[in-house]
């Protein structure tokens, strides 16, 4: 073992002072991991129902039932895939494809209003964050509410809710949103339950710290934006203007973020309790807030310059913490979740980069159009993966290895969204 570690060890390292083979010298080797992503992605979200632990359509967070135990299902991860699945779905020519993408959206669904079922009758409502693979609330404690989940689930639905109108199917939209109050229909309840409770303290994405967050807010945001359009288009006037009341009051809550003095997005304001050290204010979740719910209205788009300045201070700050960046030739920085993270996939002996967060980094510099600098993120994930392709939740910050929960749902629809956004 102890030689094997060494010789890894000295191999990364050579690796990272000659560097990979870049995007340009080999754009095939991102596209091949992009399909083994993609593989390894649909494994999560379409069990085997032999297994009768499991209710159909749930979506693991990872297969990991053990060091760490992510068999479940969290609202965010699920709604961030299915996000990702609702627009391959809009994308894609191909009918079996189409067919095939249509049954674990429809799977998902069940699973949700099954979900939301269970949450209505709990104490932290719809921000209920975590689910057993069964549907039922997850009984121990925990960082909850977790309002960041209910939009996106709207959010993904009403995507698809849309694709499903421009193709006529208008019945099967109105199992999603109907206009009637108590809502009974998913899409609805989420965004009535939004739109009402939007203003309330939570747990952050990352499930530590209870505030008022950036990222929680640009989801409801966009939930509320969107789901006003569909509101109009299926005759809940009122509605559709509620929720948009709703998101520009939420618009002027988003600017408090704005930190004039550092010139960059606070993650998190008014924080109650343990705060985790978090001094800096830099935080990932800023980016992949931009990233995964600006409305292309200038609102916090990645353009924006403090947008623009978070992303580079994240990348100063993460250059200096983590070994393995030092000696970078040609693949990009190693991006953890903020710089005082001491979550280590399983305890808590130090943060280290996650898979997540560089790919997102990837994302944000294509999306400005600076694709030299987001392809050497995806050179950074290249470097650390395996033969297979498999990509675990981080990577140890000073050996290059995977860490933490393997096969991570979300480092794939994060490298899924990278490719798409750099090709
Ligand atoms: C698991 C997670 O959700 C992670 O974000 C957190 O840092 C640890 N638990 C500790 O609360
Ligand atoms: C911990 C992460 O911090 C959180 O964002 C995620 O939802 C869970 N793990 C499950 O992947």
């Avoid at 494994?43 to 060091?67: F, W």
């Avoid at 939420?250 to 978090?278: A, F, Q």
């Avoid at 898979?355 to 030299?372: I, N, P, V």
């Amino acid at each position: 073992m102890k030689t094997t570690h060494a010789l890894r060890m000295t191999f990364l390292i050579l690796l990272g002072l000659f560097g990979v083979k870049t995007w340009a010298q080999d754009p095939q080797r991102f596209f091949i991991q992009y399909q083994k992503s993609n593989a390894h992605l649909l494994k999560n979200i379409s069990l085997p129902l032999s297994d009768n632990r499991l209710r159909l359509g749930a979506v693991i967070a990872s297969p990991s039932q053990k060091d760490p135990d992510y068999f479940y299902h969290w609202t965010r991860d699920a709604g961030l895939t299915l996000l990702e699945i609702a627009q391959e779905y809009r994308e894609t020519s191909s009918q079996p494809q189409k067919a095939k993408l249509e049954t674990i959206l429809k799977n998902w669904i069940q699973f949700e209003i099954h979900a939301q079922e269970n949450a209505l009758r709990a104490s932290a409502n719809l921000g209920e964050p975590k689910f057993t693979v069964q549907g039922d609330i997850y009984p121990y404690d925990w960082g909850r509410p977790q309002n960041d989940g209910p939009a996106i689930r709207a959010l993904a639905m009403t995507h698809y809710a849309f694709s499903l109108l421009s193709e006529g199917q208008t019945d099967a939209v109105r199992t999603l949103y109907q206009a009637e109050l108590p809502a009974r229909t998913p899409i609805k309840r989420d965004l009535e339950f939004i739109a009402h409770h939007w203003n309330e303290k939570d747990f952050d994405l990352w499930e530590e710290v209870r505030g008022q967050h950036f990222f929680t807010r640009m989801a409801q945001r966009a939930a509320l934006i969107q789901g006003s359009l569909l509101a109009n288009k299926l005759n809940d006037p009122f509605a559709a203007q509620y929720y948009i009341q709703q998101s520009q009051l939420i618009e002027k809550v988003l600017n408090e973020h704005l930190d004039p003095e550092k010139l960059i997005v606070r993650p998190t304001l008014y924080p109650i309790g343990d705060t985790k050290n978090k001094t800096s204010h830099l935080d990932s979740a800023v980016i992949l807030a931009s990233l995964y719910f600006s409305q292309g209205d200038g609102i916090f788009d990645p353009s924006h310059p403090y947008i623009q300045r978070s992303a580079q201070k994240l990348e100063e700050a993460f250059n200096k913490l983590y070994s393995i960046n030092w000696n970078s030739s040609t693949q990009g920085i190693a991006i953890g979740r903020y710089p005082e993270d001491i979550y280590d996939g399983v305890g808590f002996n130090g943060g280290n980069p996650w898979f997540l967060t560089t790919a997102a980094f990837a994302e944000y510099y294509c999306r400005l159009s600076l694709s030299d600098h987001g392809h050497r993120f995806l050179q950074r994930i290249l470097l650390h993966t395996d033969q297979n392709g498999h990509l675990s939740e981080q990577i140890n910050r000073t050996t290059g290895f995977e860490q933490g929960a393997r096969d991570l749902t979300w480092s794939y629809v994060a490298y899924l969204r990278a490719i798409k956004a750099c090709e």
